[in-house]
């Protein structure tokens, strides 16, 4: 199983929006709303961020969305601010053996 | 509050076992699914194993498949991971995470997790 392709790296300026994508194939993101999308500080556990796509759990800033078109899922970070900076991975629900499959992961870097 | 923490880990020979261990507390263990996911040093995320409320349903990566066993006690509010044939791209932080919807593997993804302990496999 392959992992999901994200950027290696984004970059934005305080206030700015960033977008980050997820690329997949039509037995992972393309073929189920089961896109999620996790933040993960130097030295921490990764942090539920988005659920089914589009939803934030609670207590998660709303500057935080996602969305998917075709086999791409994509972050949207707005408003950006210097506690976003850290790595951010997607995942999926996949058809494959293994059910559940990462992206290769996004170092967001706010300038 | 939700907590999972993680034991267990630590340097171990290739071709040796290792079992992990994740004591659950803040919810009502018994009613959800629990995983294991791991990240190797300066690397991704994989899904390692899953094992549902009442150890009905268990999958593994096919990494893993045949080494790993996921196992829970719900008496204790545990969850273990016994790792056999362990091999040097076993090497990683080793997650406990929590499945989101009581029962079995619904929702694909995962809203807690713990801090990791870290397994070495090296001679």
């Known amino acids: 199983q392959s992992a999901l392709t994200q950027p290696a790296s984004v970059s934005g300026s305080p206030g700015q929006s960033i977008t980050i994508s997820c690329t997949g194939t039509?037995?992972?993101?393309?073929?189920?709303?089961?896109v999620s999308w996790y933040q993960q500080h130097p030295g921490k556990a990764p942090k539920l961020m988005i659920y089914?796509?589009?939803n934030r759990p609670s207590g998660v800033s709303n500057r935080f969305s996602g969305s998917k078109s075709g086999n791409t899922a994509s972050l949207t970070i707005s408003g950006l601010q210097a506690e976003d900076e850290a790595d951010y991975y997607c995942?999926?629900?996949?058809?494959?053996?293994?059910?559940?499959?990462f992206g290769t992961g996004t170092k967001v870097t706010v300038l | 509050e939700v907590q999972l923490v993680e034991s267990g880990g630590g340097l171990v020979q290739p071709g040796r076992s290792l079992r992990l261990s994740c004591a659950a507390s803040?919810?009502?263990?018994?009613?959800?699914?629990m995983h294991w996911v791991r990240q190797a040093p300066g690397k991704g995320l994989e899904w390692v194993s899953g094992?549902?409320?009442?150890?009905?349903?268990?999958g593994y990566a096919d990494s893993v498949k045949g080494r790993f066993t996921i196992s829970r006690d719900n008496a204790k509010n545990s969850l273990y991971l016994q790792m056999n044939s362990l091999r040097a791209e076993d090497t990683a932080l080793y997650y406990c995470?929590?499945?989101?919807?009581?029962?079995?593997?619904?929702?694909?993804?995962?809203?807690?997790w713990g801090q990791g302990t870290l397994v070495t496999v090296s001679s």
């Open positions: 995470a929590k499945d989101p919807s009581p029962g079995g593997f619904v929702n694909y993804y995962f809203d807690y």
């Open positions: 803040g919810f009502t263990f018994d009613d959800y699914a």
């Open positions: 094992i549902s409320w009442n150890s009905g349903s268990i």
């Open positions: 039509s037995s992972d993101v393309g073929g189920y709303n089961y």
């Open positions: 089914d796509v589009s």
């Open positions: 995942s999926s629900y996949t058809s494959n053996s293994t059910p559940y499959v």
